[in-house]
């Protein structure tokens, strides 16, 4: 059996939620991905996460501006997270009840990696071939 920790990507691109939204896309240019992990600010807190649809939905179509916006002003806080030990079937479960296509893998509220749709369904396809 899969779990998260095996499907998952350790190597997590993270932003500071005070970044401007600005950054936030050069950052997600540079890095060639479509979201990154909002930081948590102290050891109680939550991590965020931020996608192009946040940003899109905050830019054009609210009329927001990239300059000016902080990336905490437009990130989905907290940000939704599977243990690492929870098997993939479970992962895959939450993401279709909860219509998301990114979770945080978490171990003791510690980010150690990211988790998408496609990871799941690239693990898939090699079980199938």
Same mark, same amino acid.
């Given at each position: 059996m899969k779990l998260a920790k095996d499907v998952m990507k350790a190597d997590v691109v993270c932003i500071s939620p005070f970044a401007k939204l600005r950054e936030a896309l050069s950052v997600m240019r540079d890095k060639g991905v479509k979201s990154l992990v909002v930081e948590k600010q102290s050891e109680?807190?939550?991590?965020?996460?931020?996608?192009?649809?946040?940003? /899109?939905?905050?830019?054009?179509?609210?009329?927001?501006?990239?300059?000016? /916006?902080?990336?905490?002003?437009v990130c989905i806080k907290p940000a939704l997270g599977v243990g690492e030990g929870l098997a993939v079937r479970h992962v895959a479960n939450i993401m279709v009840n909860h219509h998301v296509k990114r979770l945080l893998v978490l171990n003791d509220n510690n980010l150690v990696g990211f988790i998408t749709m496609n990871d799941?369904?690239?693990? /898939?396809?090699?079980d199938v071939g």
């Open positions: 109680h807190d939550a991590y965020g996460l931020i996608t192009y649809t946040n940003i /899109l939905k905050t830019v054009i179509a609210e009329d927001g501006d990239i300059d000016l /916006l902080n990336v905490f002003d799941i369904v690239d693990e /898939l396809m090699k």
